[in-house]
């Protein structure tokens, strides 16, 4: 039983600040890549940052110099600071990541969590 919950979604201006926080629980040995997708209306849903454990960031080009993720390995938790916020922005935003269950031999997953709407008005 692994779960990944985000919070933080809400109603922002454009030009104004959104932290969006995922926290993973359940039988966790431990995780692999974790990162953020999204999906506007109408649109596919495409990677907007991911952040391996140790290892380099990746962010799209639509918000690099924007967005920064960072996680907490200790509490299992990764999160998106999303700054200088456009409406283009706005979409149903996804936490993703690898996780290795408990026990660690059972093989690796990918867990998505329900997502968290983020509404930018202009």
């Known amino acids: 039983q692994v779960q990944l919950v985000e919070s933080g979604g809400g109603l922002v201006q454009a030009g104004g600040s959104l932290r969006l926080s995922c926290a993973a629980s359940g039988s966790i040995f431990s995780i692999n890549t974790m990162a953020w997708y999204r999906q506007a209306p109408g649109k596919q849903r495409e990677l907007v940052a991911a952040?391996?454990?140790?290892?380099?960031?990746y962010y799209a080009d639509s918000v690099k110099g924007r967005f920064t993720i960072s996680r907490d390995n200790a509490k299992n938790t990764v999160s998106l600071q999303m700054n200088s916020l456009k409406p283009e922005d706005t979409a149903v935003y996804y936490c993703?990541?690898?996780?290795?269950?408990?026990?660690?031999?059972?093989?690796?997953?990918?867990?998505w969590g329900q997502g968290t709407l983020v509404t930018i008005s202009s």
């Open positions: 952040i391996p454990r140790g290892g380099s960031t």
């Open positions: 993703n990541a690898q996780i290795i269950s408990r026990p660690s031999t059972v093989g690796l997953l990918e867990v």
